[in-house]
């Protein structure tokens, strides 16, 4: 029909144990966001971001069902915090803070994006390296 796009959006990685993500509205002005659905007891993060990528500096969440613990740290300053959040609940991460989320439900999500996601280039490194990449800003 003329006026109407209708479109079954498949499911980024279906093999991630974790549960579903999906890319919705890409290429909409550059714009784009990525719907998560996560189970109880999985870990979603457990990395931080450069700010390489503009949609990661900030990441914006916004946790739309379900409860979570997110656990932060900011290895320039030391701080460390954990905080329960439930849906309803918007997040911004800046770079360099190291982050996870543990799903204390089954958990849905969404990620803003100002950008479109290149699968090659997350912007995303593991927690093992966080500690070298913290001791490289110090030392610059």
Do not use: W
């Not at 509205?25 to 990395?47: A, D, M, P, W, Y």
């Not at 190291?98 to 950008?115: G, M, P, Q």
């Amino acid at each position: 029909m003329e006026g109407v796009e209708i479109r079954k959006v498949s499911v980024m990685n279906p093999n991630d144990e974790r549960g579903e993500s999906y890319k919705l509205f890409t290429n909409e002005q550059g714009v784009q966001i990525i719907l998560c659905k996560r189970r109880k007891g999985t870990i979603s993060g457990n990395h931080y971001h450069k700010g390489e990528d503009a949609s990661k500096n900030p990441e914006k969440l916004y946790l739309i069902s379900g409860k979570a613990i997110l656990d932060l740290y900011n290895g320039l300053t030391g701080e460390r915090l954990s905080v329960k959040i439930e849906g309803g609940t918007e997040v911004r991460i800046y770079p360099h803070i190291l982050h996870k989320f543990k799903a204390l439900d089954d958990i849905v999500f969404l990620e803003y994006r100002s950008t479109v996601l290149d699968d090659n280039n997350k912007d995303s490194y593991p927690a093992e390296s966080y500690e070298d990449y913290i001791n490289q800003l110090k030392n610059d």
